[in-house]
């Protein structure tokens, strides 16, 4: 199956620092690329639609000033959480379709980044 | 709002035993649905899904039954395998609004020796 890589999978910031979390299409190209969060014992919750080229669209009540999402290249978007404070503690999960499936919902989902700030 | 919903947080079954997940959903709207299976620190993956045009589709050991006028799914997993051991969540879309996808909260499935 189609390959979604994160990365950092781990990683432990201060408060007020930023912090960027890669998202990958390794064997195909996505145009859009999905962002989700979930905090513990919680739901995926989608944040923002990353869209290639264009600005990404943030799902209700996400603040596109703190999370920015970038989409520049057909196998690469990213992730910054900007001044982030310990509420933004979670599990950040990228994902994305292949050309083929892109109506079907079926997802590739990448290993997951797990922020921690202190 | 919770869209998508999965009551039971844990299910514990032997192996070799029938495994049954179940998942309700409120939007009318959903017409396709999908399982998914997470292990701890990985990303989800991809297990079966059903249009809403059909009742049940199989796939080896997992099948999935949908009851629309119910707005319930619920996936079988049949024999049971410890390997089957992940969380299980149920997602629902609507075709055609690029693979967005709503999430329920997740089964923990523990299959016992």
């Known amino acids: 199956g189609a390959v979604v890589s994160q990365h950092p999978s781990w990683v432990i910031c201060k408060s007020g620092t930023s912090v960027k979390i890669e998202c990958r299409s390794l064997?195909?190209?996505?145009?859009?690329m999905f962002w989700y969060r979930q905090f513990p014992k919680q739901s995926l919750m989608l944040m923002a639609t990353?869209?290639?080229?264009?600005?990404?669209?943030?799902e209700q009540g996400v603040e596109k000033d703190k999370f920015l999402i970038n989409h520049a290249s057909l196998t690469l978007s990213t992730l910054t959480v900007t001044s982030a404070h310990p509420e933004d503690s979670s599990f950040y999960i990228c994902?994305?379709?292949?050309?083929?499936?892109?109506?079907?919902?079926?997802?590739?989902f990448g290993e997951g980044s797990r922020l921690t700030v202190l | 709002d919770q869209q998508v919903k999965q009551n039971s947080p844990s299910l514990s079954v032997q192996e070799g035993r029938i495994s049954i997940l179940n998942c309700d959903y409120t939007n009318s709207m959903f017409d396709y649905f999908l399982w998914y299976k997470k292990y701890p620190a990985e990303g989800p993956t991809f297990l079966i899904s059903?249009?809403?045009?059909?009742d049940k589709n199989e796939d080896g050991r997992f099948t999935v039954f949908l009851n629309k006028s119910a707005k319930h799914l619920s996936l079988h997993i049949v024999p049971s395998q410890p390997g089957d051991s992940a969380v299980y969540f149920c997602?629902?879309?609507?075709?055609?609004?690029?693979?967005?996808?709503?999430f329920g909260t997740g089964t923990r499935l523990q299959v016992t020796l």
């Open positions: 064997d195909f190209q996505a145009t859009t």
């Open positions: 994902s994305a379709s292949t050309p083929g499936r892109r109506n079907t919902g079926e997802l590739f």
């Open positions: 997602a629902a879309t609507i075709t055609g609004t690029a693979s967005k996808l709503t």
């Open positions: 059903i249009s809403s045009i059909k």
């Open positions: 990353s869209n290639e080229g264009s600005k990404a669209t943030y």
